[in-house]
């Protein structure tokens, strides 16, 4: 095209982020990372969304609330930021008060915001070995550099965190984020440990970087202990954590935050540029929050969840047998797959996606090199009887894929 050497240098960094469409029709499709719509409160949205209306008049249809004026531009409506940081504050013991929430269109703008205001050319953002691909994108784009460290059955294995500092600034370098999902971490599903959490913490104070919490599922538990959050351990002002309503509730409300002392949120504020999220949805959610509806919800959504990873688990267990390894899941949509070398995987993945099999490859995640192969299988928003006919079928297609002996 006549206009490709008009792009900006961040332009060139590849092609979009985009799933492509399949050339065949999904029929069990364990692919995107989607709420149950089962668990949809549409009778609840859609009565709250008419009283937000019937109750604020045109000005739910504004930018923002004139009695609160042009804050809302950027941080969002003040009375959702209010109610999500008494919720903090009750479950994390944090209480920042609105000032210290800015609201988003999901959490991927609050991670791009967050990489906005923090990353310049040549930092250093540490992540997971294998992460959110979204995130390091955004890193990447304001010219930062990726470096992972590797993930065992404890999540980030933060005890290599000091060496890889020590590398880094042999080489002229600072680390300025680390970039973490220490709760049900996606793709694997593990939990970074306590002793692992306050070691992180501490290396932020030491080494004077900030911490940037992904957190957007940890309100998805449905077995095991809570543990406590990054930002329930900082003293500091160095963790900022997002969250959002379309993995707790329904995706297409598009409405997530960052939530942190109000310094460490003001960066972000500063570079957003959209005129803030929609004021009728916000409304629409701190309405939902002010019923009393959220944590039902979750409850609900969560005991919903937890059955249908038993039933994954099971299944994985019973049909693939010991071609697969895989950690049960306690919380959150997916279960990561390692396949194992007796199967002919690249075989194998194009037979599944022949006969409508789709879930994520777990190379879209790994951010180094890893002869090993993975699946990350989504069960959150499929029906239980797909569940059970997709993944027998798999494991049928993985027997048919052992590689013979010469």
């Known amino acids: 095209m006549p206009v490709d050497h008009l792009r900006a240098q961040a332009a060139h960094s590849g092609p979009p982020l985009f799933f492509p469409d399949p050339e065949i029709p999904a029929i069990y499709n364990f692919d995107q990372g989607l709420a149950a719509p089962e668990t949809y409160p549409v009778a609840d949205l859609a009565r709250l969304a008419r009283k937000v209306l019937d109750e604020g008049g045109p000005e739910v249809l504004d930018y923002f609330d004139p009695k609160v004026g042009y804050e809302e531009l950027i941080f969002g409506y003040r009375g959702l930021r209010g109610r999500i940081a008494d919720r903090v504050g009750a479950k994390q013991g944090k209480d920042f008060g609105a000032d210290g929430v800015i609201l988003t269109s999901g959490s991927v703008q609050g991670l791009a915001l967050a990489m906005a205001g923090y990353i310049d050319a040549g930092d250093v953002v540490v992540a997971e070995a294998s992460s959110f691909p979204y995130a390091l994108r955004y890193a990447t784009m304001q010219g930062g550099e990726i470096r992972t460290l590797a993930i065992d059955d404890n999540g980030m294995v933060v005890e290599d965190l000091d060496a890889l500092i020590v590398a880094v600034r042999s080489e002229g370098k600072r680390v300025k984020m680390v970039y973490t999902i220490p709760t049900f971490q996606t793709p694997t599903g593990t939990e970074m440990s306590v002793p692992r959490r306050k070691m992180l913490i501490e290396a932020a104070r030491r080494h004077d970087f900030i911490i940037v919490e992904d957190a957007v599922y940890s309100d998805l538990r449905f077995s095991g202990e809570p543990l ?34 109000p310094k460490a949120i003001e960066p972000l504020a500063i570079m957003r540029q959209d005129l803030g999220v929609a004021q009728w949805i916000a409304r629409l959610m701190a309405a939902f929050m002010d019923e009393g509806l959220l944590e039902p919800h979750l409850e609900r959504a969560c005991d919903l969840y937890g059955r249908k990873a038993a039933l994954a688990a099971q299944t994985l267990k019973d049909h693939c047998g010991d071609f697969v390894k895989f950690r049960m899941p306690q919380g959150s949509f997916y279960i990561w797959v390692e396949i194992d070398d007796r199967v002919d995987w690249d075989a194998a993945s194009a037979r599944a996606a022949r006969e409508g099999i789709f879930f994520r490859p777990g190379e879209r995640f790994t951010g180094v090199p890893d002869n090993r192969k993975f699946l990350r299988l989504s069960y959150g928003h499929v029906k239980e009887e797909v569940i059970a006919d997709g993944i027998k079928r798999l494991g049928s297609i993985l027997r048919d894929c052992v590689r013979r002996a010469a």
């Not at 900082?234 to 993995?247: A, E, L, N, P, T």
């Open 228 to 261: 406590p959050s990054l930002l329930s351990l900082d003293d500091d002002g160095r963790v900022i954590q997002c969250g959002s309503f379309s993995k707790m509730v329904a995706p297409a409300l598009r409405m997530g935050w960052l939530v942190g002392a």
